[in-house]
């Protein structure tokens, strides 16, 4: 076992003292690794503490020089790329290839967050009245949480991080508990980079830690992102505590195919999207819904693909699947596809029992895909969050919408086709944040923002974006008037001022 992993508070290493830890785990073969310290409320206050003492001048801290720390942050993170993949993948499990695509997508938010100076700049309208400009600004908020999943333990903290302190905030970070270490090495990374003590701290834990960040009185607002019972939670909770608050939570995507469509580029497409990361992504196309008469053709091609995908040691570059996060989620993830049957469903691949010579302790899972699915099956109604395809027939267009639009979730989305009416018409009438056209994993680029609808979303704002800026800050106007010399005596009037 190597080092435990603790607090980073103030700039620096802060040993857990609660006396309480978790395990982390190598998913790979089973192992426990290392454990990381779960912070108590006391702990939380003390990084709460420090981040407020930072805000002090952290939050009238110059945009030049906010824009140079990122900017080294962000070289420092191009030149770890690669230490950082590994550290998640000793951790979630995930083949190297992918963490590097977290890596790169959660730099895609640095690289935002460089430019928040065009971001934030605010607007004046002169000689609204005589001698009167009215000048609009955007301020930082104070102290911000955010809360993250497992299953992108770089990427999701840098949806919001990297704008919250850009913006002039000092942020505590609660990271999954699962695999921790990459957000204290993202910390480690900032504090190269230039960053004032107190402004990014990490605090570890499970909900001791959540709930504190919830109602503590000097945390300002809290992005979170998990699953839908916990974001529900938090959502709750941290605005009866009056703060702001954006919450993703889980999802469970479609993907529609018409008969018009490329049915090759849609089984590439359904196959790399559905079990990517082993299914373990908020973005996985977990449901696809065959229109007309190519259900059966389309389920061919799928199952051709599944069956040769790779699985194996994230750290073996011959791998393109890993394995689950933990023994409890396997187990889980196997219980539907055992289930499927006695449900309705046609198993057509059935992952379980599954495993990996040499690793057989490890939370390996194999290929499933269910065909003919019921909307009834618990396969279908719950996000399983592992490589489990489910395929739907619909007759028509329009059953196939009304079925998605009846989904509790409302995350992500795509329609493959080759008719854009249909595309168009698509994305008009589909109740989900993000939608694809013949792109199965429309995870939108850092300067669009993030976020789903309905049980994928609580709050207002998406993630990252424009919307992360607006998040992350609140407007003030402020008129004035600078009366020339020679006016007269404005006068006593105690009607409403009106312009004029
Ligand atoms: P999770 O909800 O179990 O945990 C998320 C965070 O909440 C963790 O930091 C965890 O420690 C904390 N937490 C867990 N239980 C809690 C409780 N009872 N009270 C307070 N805090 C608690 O989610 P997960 O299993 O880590 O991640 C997978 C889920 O995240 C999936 O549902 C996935 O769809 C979702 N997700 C959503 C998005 C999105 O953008 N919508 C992105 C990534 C992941």
Request: hydrophobic share 45%.
């Amino acid at each position: 076992m190597t080092d435990i992993v603790n607090h980073w508070i103030g700039g620096k290493t802060v040993e857990g003292a609660s006396g309480t830890y978790g395990p982390v785990t190598d998913p790979a073969t089973g192992a426990v690794t290392t454990k990381v310290a779960f912070a108590s409320v006391e702990e939380v206050d003390a990084a709460v503490a420090a981040a407020r003492a930072a805000f002090a001048s952290w939050g009238r801290s110059s945009l030049a020089q906010r824009t140079q720390i990122l900017f080294r942050f962000r070289a420092l993170l191009d030149a770890h790329r690669d230490e950082i993949a590994a550290l998640i993948t000793a951790e979630h499990g995930k083949v190297h290839s992918d963490a590097l695509g977290e890596v790169a997508r959660g730099l895609e938010i640095v690289d935002l967050a460089c430019g928040i100076n065009v971001q934030l700049k605010g607007e004046l309208s002169t000689e609204v009245a005589g001698r009167v400009d009215v000048a609009a600004i955007r301020q930082p908020l104070g102290v911000v949480a955010g809360i993250t999943p497992f299953n992108f333990p770089a990427m999701v903290p840098m949806w919001m991080f990297p704008l919250a302190i850009a913006c002039g905030n000092t942020f505590v970070l609660k990271p999954s508990e699962k695999d921790p270490s990459a957000s204290v090495r993202l910390a480690e990374l900032l504090s190269e980079a230039g960053l004032p003590d107190g402004v990014f701290n990490v605090v570890h834990g499970d909900k001791v830690a959540v709930d504190r960040l919830l109602e503590h009185p000097d945390v300002k607002a809290v992005s979170f992102v998990g699953s839908t019972p916990i974001a529900r939670h938090v959502h709750l909770t941290a605005s009866a505590h009056g703060k702001r608050v954006q919450a993703l939570g889980g999802a469970k995507n479609h993907m529609l195919v018409l008969p018009d469509a490329d049915l090759d580029a849609a089984a590439d497409a359904a196959v790399s999207a559905a079990y990517g990361s082993a299914g373990e992504r908020c973005m996985a196309i977990s449901a696809v819904v065959a229109v007309g008469s190519i259900g059966d053709e389309l389920v061919e091609k799928i199952r051709e693909r599944a069956e040769k995908i790779k699985i194996g040691p994230g750290n073996d570059p011959a791998s393109e699947m890993g394995p689950l996060i933990t023994r409890a989620h396997r187990d889980k993830v196997a219980s539907y596809v055992r289930n499927a049957a006695a449900e309705g469903c046609e198993v057509v691949l059935d992952g379980t029992g599954f495993t990996v010579d040499g690793h057989e302790d490890g939370h390996w899972i194999g290929i499933s895909l269910l065909d003919r699915v019921p909307t009834t099956a618990k396969a279908y109604q719950d996000e399983i969050f592992g490589p489990v395809l489910c395929v739907l027939r619909a007759g028509t267009y329009e059953e196939g919408v009304a079925l998605i639009n009846a989904s509790p979730f409302g995350n992500g989305t795509a329609i493959f086709t080759r008719d854009g009416g249909a595309a168009r018409r698509f994305q008009l009438e589909v109740e989900a944040g993000m939608v694809g056209v013949n792109v199965p994993i429309p995870v939108p680029v850092g300067y669009h923002s993030f976020g789903g609808w309905k049980d994928s979303l609580f709050g207002d704002h998406h993630i990252y974006g424009n919307d992360g800026t607006r998040f992350y800050t609140r407007g003030k106007v402020v008129t004035t008037r600078w009366p020339d010399p020679a006016d007269a005596p404005a006068g006593v009037d105690l009607g409403f001022p009106r312009n004029h």
